[in-house]
């Protein structure tokens, strides 16, 4: 009672004697909620990390975890059994694939028990099912995100997606390099130009039973390897380059969880995959590509590869499907990591009543999102002198972010679209102590929870 006073995130342990075995037992403060405000999920979300955290280093796998009244914070029994098990799943990935010495192996959550009132155990048991589908999917994900890039590369990543979708009842479709050119998917192959490895297009198909139920597309950004190409990045900015496909891993983790969670709402999601690199067969900045749509773009930089490719996926998804919505989903600016740092992904979009929803499932899923503005004034910065557009904006204009986005919105017609840009968030992000260096899974609670 001395040492323990239930602070936010304190830690506290000590032994206990359980019939005739020594049991750990690990307390976590909550803290208390600002101004009279319940304390918020994300604070509990936070403490469960720590327990999780705390019982994986004393070698412990399994966890028994007695649930905080669902009160404290302002919601249902069954969310908090969802979340919990959630971030027990997050918490506990780790990535040691390449990891030979066994002293350095950590500990797997073999198994998670929760503790409720008898009256409350079907809410919970319900919550926790999801919770596993969605932590799984992030873990799925991640591990992805953390494979060296030589290892995941274009076709290994797409021969991934294919197996997951067997296994549940989710259409499969690809395109290989040569259909993609056949296409005219002049982004996609160009980008994927330079690198020996083929580039390609993954799409997914997730039905819902209801005939007449809205259709929404996720577009992710999938680039095994962003080394700039031939504008070539310093080795400092290209240390952590594998990351460049987690727009895609999100959107492929997450039709396969929303297969099994059977959202009513039919969920299409694409992804193009390629390999940024220089060579003598490599995009040349001052070339123009023509895409999907037909719309061209002069390529001043051939490091802002990411609406190249994204451009043709967006362009296929609104020809191909009567869309209700679209929501891409990629690592595309530097920019955007510095405006908001590591905690927020930047939303882009000019339709507000989509903006409502995101803002929405954020707030109740965990991945925080901040939204940057979009108007008209930025359009101009995307101009080109010798084709449609600019795959870069022009330097009065700054906000790179913002001119991204502004590029991508040319290649989704009327359909109602938002952006999510991830540079900043899927990577080692410090201190959110549910993460650890190296892959986030950012963007698969916000997208599943859209769906559903
Ligand atoms: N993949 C990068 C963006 C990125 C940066 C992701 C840091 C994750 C962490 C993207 O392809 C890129 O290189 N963007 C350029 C665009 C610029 C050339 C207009 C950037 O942000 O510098
Ligand atoms: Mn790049
Ligand atoms: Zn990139």
Redesign the pocket.
Known sequence: KREFTGKSQQLFFTHVLVGKKIQYLVLVGLGKGADKKKITIEQYRRAVARAVKEALKLKRETVVMQLPAASLFGVDVAYVAQKTVEIAMMSAYHFDDFITDASRKETVLAELTLCVDTKNKKAATDGAQVGKVIGQAVNRARHWIDLPPSVLTPAFFAGKAQQLAKEHDVTFKMFDEKQINEMGMGGLAGVSRGSDEDCRLVILEYKAKRKTAPTIAFVGKG?TF?S?GL?I?PAD?ME??K??MAGAAAIIATVHALSHLKPDVNVIGLAPIAE?LPSGKALKPGDVVRFYNGKTAEVK?T????RLILADALSYAVKHYKLDAIIDIA?????C?HALGPFYSGLMSQHDTLVETIQESSDRSGDAVWRLPMSDDYKVAIRSEVADLC???SRKYKA?AIT?AHFLQNFVENVPWAHLDI??T??DVPAIPYYRPGATGAGIRLLIDIAM
């Open positions: 680039i962003d700039g504008s990045k900015y952590d380059m990351e460049d940024n930089n490091d802002a590869e990411g690592t595309l600016t530097g920019s990591a795959n870069i904006g790179g991204a540079a900043g899927a990577f």
